[in-house]
DNA sequence: ACGACAGACTT
DNA sequence: AAGTACATGAAG
């Protein structure tokens, strides 16, 4: 239960129905037994009928289930969710990614190298369910979103959401949502004229603040026209994911908090994972309001620091490598054109007019020789690669033994890549800059959140 | 670390 | 009348 500050916070956040609250914590009403978004539309209800959770999936245990008007399921993931502990993390975005749809949790554990016995101790401790329960919650918050959103029969949607057998699927939802599949379906009200194509459209919601601008101007100063698009208010792009290729387009909606995102997919079963490599290319999850509050402690780069600043990401470790491996030593502009010769003679192509990036194996098998640059760089590249096939890119930390990647290229992947919020490129001639005009030298506070302080001071010059 | 049990899962 | 889409009981 939380303690009476917080009470106090959440108390004022759902009665301003304030959306920088979204998926921080959830609202359950006793004399309804449903569960809302702190934003819900709804009138309020009292006060001495509330209880307050953490996350949408402990209001759930609790018997409640998501109410059918703000739509829990489309609420921002809370960053508390990922767990301090490493390995908690990285189970969690395992499991987010499908990884407990096919395999058991005995060895699931066992591919994390750890007892299922202590994962399970792990998640009740931290999380307070189990992973099991966890991984099911997530298969039906995205089966009831494909339910509202798209017009996947009802079939589709229980095999795309992770279930394996449609008995289970209609089980499992009912008990949750009280509610059939195709009930709720029907009771929808804003059930949208058919769509010509079997292009998905989902929204996919952020907490604010959001500064769409930055983030624009950001991905416009590096677009690759190859394999993607930056408009004013859209960002589109090719991308592959375990074979299967697809493509997507990012429309910014401030008035809902959220982008309305349409994504083209060669393999629906990849649908889940690809939110989520989304939500993490445009930085969908992260919980701006603390990284602000805690740069903004440092005064003297609290005056230069842009609200709504948020971090850019690649679609998958390799590809910030390959731009980090390529932008070593130049300017933007100058690695823009080396990559765009990468794309344009190794990449497949994607329709008529887009090519998808270069998978690790075109780039080992490739001719380099069109690249100008050192020969030495060459090899570098070569060989992330090679280690890239060979590691699955796990471990990254293991590509600083990789002759011609040092402290800069590792800190900028792990920054472009989006997992890490504390990355720090100290000798990027941007930071130096940046903190020698500004008179910055006590990083160490900007902590855990460097990756956001590097941003906001590149943006800064 | 172990065994019993509940309930998750598939057909 | 046959086919499609979905829901559900029973059993292991």
Redesign the pocket.
């Known amino acids: 239960m939380p303690n009476s500050a917080t009470l106090k916070t959440y108390q004022q956040a759902r009665l301003a129905r304030d959306p920088r609250f979204d998926g921080t914590f959830f609202v359950a009403v006793k004399t309804t037994g449903i569960y809302c978004r702190p934003i819900c539309p709804a009138p309020a209800p009292k006060e001495q009928n509330v209880s307050y959770y953490p996350s949408s999936v402990q209001a759930q245990e609790a018997g409640f289930r998501p109410c059918l008007r703000c739509r829990p399921e489309t609420a921002p993931l809370s960053a508390a969710w990922l767990g301090n502990q490493a390995v908690l993390r990285k189970a969690v975005t395992r499991i987010q990614a499908g990884a407990?749809n096919q395999t058991s949790l005995q060895d699931f554990s066992e591919s994390m190298g750890i007892?299922d016995?202590y994962l399970r101790k792990l998640f009740q401790q931290y999380l307070g369910v189990s992973p099991?329960?966890y991984?099911?919650h997530l298969r039906l918050m995205f089966a009831k979103q494909l339910l509202h959103q798209t017009q996947l029969?009802?079939?589709?949607i229980a095999f795309i959401a992770g279930?394996?057998?449609?008995?289970?699927?209609?089980?499992?939802?009912?008990?949750t949502m009280k509610l059939?599949?195709?009930?709720l379906?029907k009771k929808l009200h804003n059930q949208q004229s058919l769509q010509e194509s079997q292009a998905i459209q989902l929204k996919l919601h952020y907490r604010p603040p959001y500064d769409w601008s930055l983030m624009q101007d950001f991905l416009q100063q590096r677009e690759l026209s190859a394999i993607e698009t930056v408009t004013d208010h859209s960002y589109s792009r090719t991308f592959s994911l375990d074979g299967a290729n697809g493509f997507l387009t990012a429309e910014f909606d401030s008035s809902n908090s959220s982008f309305k995102v349409t994504i083209e997919l060669s393999d629906m079963s990849k649908l889940l994972e690809v939110t989520h490599h989304i939500r993490r290319v445009m930085d969908l999850n992260s919980d701006l309001e603390v990284i602000e509050k805690t740069l903004g402690q440092d005064s003297n780069l609290q005056p230069l620091l842009k609200s709504g600043l948020r971090l850019p990401a690649t679609w998958n470790t390799f590809e910030a490598g390959v731009k980090a491996i390529l932008g070593q030593q130049v300017s933007v502009k100058a690695a823009y054109t080396h990559t765009a010769s990468v794309i344009e003679q190794l990449g497949s192509d994607y329709n008529k007019q887009y090519k998808l990036f270069p998978t690790a194996q075109q780039i080992v098998d490739g001719e380099l020789s069109f690249l100008k640059m050192p020969n030495s760089r060459k090899q570098t590249l070569h060989n992330f690669a090679q280690w890239y096939l060979d590691t699955n890119g796990e471990d990254l930390s293991s590509i600083l033994d990789i002759k011609g990647i040092g402290p800069w290229t590792y800190e900028y992947i792990k920054l472009r890549s989006g997992f890490d919020s504390d990355a720090f490129p100290e000798k990027d001639l941007g930071v130096i800059k940046a903190m020698e005009k500004h008179n910055l030298t006590n990083t160490g506070q900007w902590q855990p959140w460097r990756s956001y302080a590097t941003l906001q001071l590149w943006h800064s010059l």
């Open positions: 407990l007892s016995r099991i329960i991984a099911n029969p009802i079939n589709d279930f394996n057998s449609v008995r289970r699927f209609n089980d499992s939802f009912k008990a059939s599949p195709s009930n379906r």
